[in-house]
């Protein structure tokens, strides 16, 4: 048996035990995929990150769902970069490259009067047409196919790690979701391991622009992920490709986790140039506790 010490941080919030919850695992040069498997299976969040050297970027992150690696988790991103930032373990970095499974992705970090805020560019956005039935879809989310906007469409989308978008007309809609995550492999056929991340245009809050959910595959181990970035991410390149096609940059701000209790936060910004979508999420994260786990 090992015991592995596992630090916990809530990203895209300044409040412990809000946004979305990581797990954290310094040494995970010493540890093999079976290993990084099994603690994030103990740890039990939607993802764990271990942090390793790398030969083409500053550092390397690995993300493990309960169930599976993931090529990219923003929000693990987010925790793992404030740690190590805050732990003194990026002295002097205010910019650096990480190597993930979706690439090489530029972040930056800054320090404002609200605390540190980290920038990372995603991966170019990719899409492809949802060709399932929108009624399946409608009664695996637990709300009436008529509660789906279809002046927009649902299409799978990517920025890193592929989800299906939903459009939903009302925030109502949005609270009354009780997903059924053991459908979502028939109903995506053409992407059975898509996570769901169905969102709206109203809001709780007067500062955001957008409510969002994220349900998860049923082959990573979990229900429902409180706070997405790379969702949040595909989400404005979904804006700027199909709702404001003409517009050469946007900014706005994606609110997730209301209905678990766990508030959370997300900038994006995308730009166009040259026909290309760059999308950057920025957000936070904040030490809850460190504890210990036996694989």
């Known amino acids: 048996?090992?015991?592995?010490?596992?630090?916990?941080y809530d990203a895209f919030t300044t409040v412990p035990n809000e946004g979305n919850p990581a797990g954290l695992v310094f040494g995970g040069e010493a540890l093999d995929e079976t290993e990084m498997l099994a603690?994030?299976?103990a740890v039990g969040f939607n993802e764990t990150s271990f942090p390793v050297p790398s030969t083409v970027a500053d550092l390397r992150i690995r993300y493990f769902t309960p169930g599976h690696e993931m090529n990219l988790c923003g929000h693990a991103t987010m925790a793992t970069l404030f740690a190590m930032k805050e732990?003194?373990?990026l002295p002097d970095k205010q910019s650096l490259t990480i190597e993930t499974n979706a690439g090489l992705l530029p972040i930056e970090l800054k320090e404002t009067g609200a605390g540190l805020k980290l920038s990372m560019q995603h991966a170019a956005p990719q899409f492809?047409?949802?060709r399932g039935?929108?009624?399946?879809l409608a009664d695996a989310l637990g709300i009436d196919e008529e509660e789906i906007d279809l002046s927009m469409p649902t299409v799978y989308g990517s920025t890193g790690t592929w989800t299906l978008l939903v459009p939903i007309r009302s925030l109502e809609a949005m609270k009354q979701m009780k997903p059924n995550n053991h459908l979502f492999p028939d109903i995506l056929s053409d992407m059975p391991r898509a996570s769901v991340h169905p969102f709206c245009f109203e809001t709780v809050h007067t500062d955001s622009d957008m409510h969002a959910r994220h349900f998860s595959s049923p082959y990573s181990g979990t229900i429902e992920d409180p706070v997405t970035g790379t969702a949040s991410?595909?989400?404005g390149a979904y804006c700027a490709t199909y709702l404001q096609p003409n517009e050469f940059s946007l900014e706005f701000t994606v609110e997730q986790g209301q209905e678990l209790g766990r508030d959370g936060q997300v900038h994006i910004a995308v730009e166009r140039r040259d026909n290309q979508l760059t999308v950057v999420m920025t957000g936070t994260a904040v030490y809850v506790k460190t504890f210990q786990v036996e694989i």
Do not use: N, Q
């Open 1 to 8: 048996m090992k015991t592995i010490d596992v630090h916990h």
């Open 39 to 41: 603690i994030a299976k």
């Open 87 to 89: 732990r003194g373990m």
């Open 128 to 130: 492809k047409p949802f």
């Open 133 to 136: 039935s929108l009624k399946d």
């Open 233 to 235: 991410g595909v989400m």
